[in-house]
């Protein structure tokens, strides 16, 4: 997952910023930027049903969302005051992250196969999407691709 979201990451910051730096790439044939781009939005989607899925699970356990993403910032970065949870909220709080981490190799293994299932090895999903980073020419026909 850390590939898929590495690079998806990656072309979402190129897709909306760009980069005007250029150099000598390795040439992208058309359909298998297609394939690419066929790849990251079936990711997207993934993405999207894991997100509604985990603001469910928050929503179900009984917290607010924000109150969940307060306690979880606030555990993720030690640097950030404390979020003050009482023993109750650590316990669900602790309880929710459970059941996420087991979501989250599901949603890593859907993500996967929908690349490979379009034709792309995940090796060179990740070479495309690093390729894009400094292809100024290649982003726009990925960004043209993308609006299709």
């Known amino acids: 997952m850390k ?3 590495k690079t998806v990451k990656s072309i979402f910051v190129l897709f909306f910023i760009g980069i005007t730096s250029s150099f000598a790439q390795e040439k992208i044939s058309d359909t298998e930027l297609k394939q690419f781009v066929a790849s990251i939005k079936a990711v997207q989607e993934i993405n999207q049903t894991a997100q509604k899925d985990m603001i469910a699970l928050v929503e179900q356990s009984g917290f607010d969302l924000v109150r ?6 606030a555990s993720e970065n030690p640097s950030l005051p404390a979020a003050n949870a009482t023993e109750d909220e650590t316990k669900k709080f602790e309880g929710v992250i459970a059941r996420m981490e087991v979501m989250q190799p599901i949603f890593q293994k859907q993500m996967e196969d929908a690349v490979t299932k379009l034709g792309i090895t995940l090796d060179r999903f990740e070479d495309i999407g690093n390729i894009l980073e400094g292809d100024v020419e290649l982003q726009e ?8």
């Open 3 to 5: 590939i898929i979201n």
């Open 68 to 73: 969940f993403n307060e306690l979880f910032e």
């Open 141 to 148: 026909r990925f960004q043209a691709m993308m609006m299709e």
